[in-house]
Each structure stands twice: as structure tokens, then as C-alpha cells.
Nanobody, 114 residues
Framework: QVQVVESGGGLVQPGGSLRLSCAASGSIFSIYAMGWYRQAPGKQRELVARITSGGSTNYADSVKGRFTISRDNAKNTVYLQMNSLKPEDTAVYYC????????WGQGTQVTVSS
């Protein structure tokens, strides 16, 4: 079994920063990629950022230049540094692990509000 656990969400003012972490553990034999998705109320889940095992990254246009995804392969951990946060970044953020199948974390709430 595989576990995917996110941490680091919370309430932050517009313009502030947060860092999300996601640790994967269990019977993991080969990771293709890890990423972050988010879902705001009434909206579909969308890709925020993704990083492959080789280090290639891609970002949603709405977060380019503000968010940075990084990864510690030895720890099977992925991070999302979020700067210059906006109210429209408010959502539940989910970690995604791509192996031979896909695994999801339980989600962590990020609220950007004054």
C-alpha cells in the first residue's frame, strides 16, 4: 500500500507565502512524477505544477513566476513554494503521485484572504 500525505496549508494574506510538502511512503517501486493539483469550490480539479523523476517541470499559466515545485527523490517528497499568493489561489491542494497507478493525498486547505 502507498500513502501520500500533504502538509503546510493554512490561512495567509494576499501577497504572502506558503510552502506545501507531500511525502509518499509504502510500496513504491518507481515514481514517474509527482505534482500538485487544486480544486476550488464549484470548480474542477486542475493541475498546478508537476515534476518528473528526471526533474522536468510544468506549471499552470496562472501560477508561473509565483510558484515553484521541487523534489527530494531520496525522501519521495515534493514541495510547492507559493509566493505572491492571491485570493484566487484559495482551494484545496492535492498531492499526486504517478507510479504504475496514480495515488492522491487527502488534500490540504489553502485560504488567501485579508
Amino acid at each position: 500500500q502507498v500513502q501520500v500525505v500533504e502538509s503546510g496549508g493554512g490561512l495567509v494574506q494576499p501577497g504572502g507565502s506558503l510552502r506545501l510538502s507531500c511525502a509518499a511512503s509504502g510500496s513504491i517501486f518507481s515514481i514517474y512524477a509527482m505534482g500538485w493539483y487544486r480544486q476550488a469550490p464549484g470548480k474542477q480539479r486542475e493541475l498546478v505544477a508537476r515534476i518528473t523523476s528526471g526533474g522536468s517541470t510544468n506549471y499552470a499559466d496562472s501560477v508561473k513566476g509565483r510558484f515553484t515545485i521541487s523534489r527530494d527523490n531520496a525522501k519521495n517528497t515534493v514541495y510547492l513554494q507559493m509566493n505572491s499568493l492571491k485570493p484566487e489561489d484559495t482551494a484545496v491542494y492535492y498531492c499526486n503521485l504517478e507510479t504504475r497507478r496514480t495515488w492522491w493525498g487527502q488534500g490540504t486547505q489553502v485560504t488567501v484572504s485579508s
